[in-house]
Structures are given as C-alpha cells and as structure tokens.
C-alpha cells in the first residue's frame, strides 16, 4: 500500500494539473519519514524509466496505422 500510494502521488506529480490543496496533502504524507524513503525510492525510479524511453526511442520502430489495422483484421480473421 506504501508504494502504491507513493507511485500514485509521483503521477499525480508529474501530471501538471495537481491543485494547491493536492501539493499540501502531498507534502503532508510525505512529511512522515517512511513516506518519504519510498517517495524518493519510486521518484527516481519515474526518472530511470524516463532516460530509458529517451534512450531506446531511436531504436523501437511502431507499425504504420495500415500495418495496426491489417495486424487487427487478421488477427479478427484467425478466431475461427
């Protein structure tokens, strides 16, 4: 539950639209001691994941919309 609490508050930090009354909860809960170790361990994990996308960015090729839509036709065909 504590660091699912603590990931729910990185996305809410990273969210952009957190309310005035949201950052004083926030820090609240992360005033106890506790909270604030998972915080800071679940924050830099945020971080890890961010220059891991930036990083594999270059070399992970999306299909094109044709290709998403032949992959869902065939793939709806292959049921029977």
């Given at each position: 539950p504590l660091i699912a609490a603590?990931?729910?508050?990185?996305?809410?930090?990273?969210?952009?639209?957190?309310?005035?009354c949201e950052l004083e909860r926030f820090l609240e809960w992360r005033s106890i001691p506790e909270h604030g170790v998972?915080?800071?361990?679940?924050?830099?994990?945020?971080?890890?994941?961010?220059?891991?996308?930036?990083?594999?960015a270059p070399t992970i090729k999306l299909p094109t919309r044709s290709q998403a839509v032949w992959r869902r036709i065939t793939g709806w065909l292959d049921r029977d």
């Open positions: 603590a990931r729910q508050w990185v996305v809410r930090l990273t969210s952009g639209d957190m309310t005035e998972v915080f800071a361990t679940e924050i830099a994990n945020w971080r890890k994941l961010g220059q891991l996308r930036e990083a594999l």
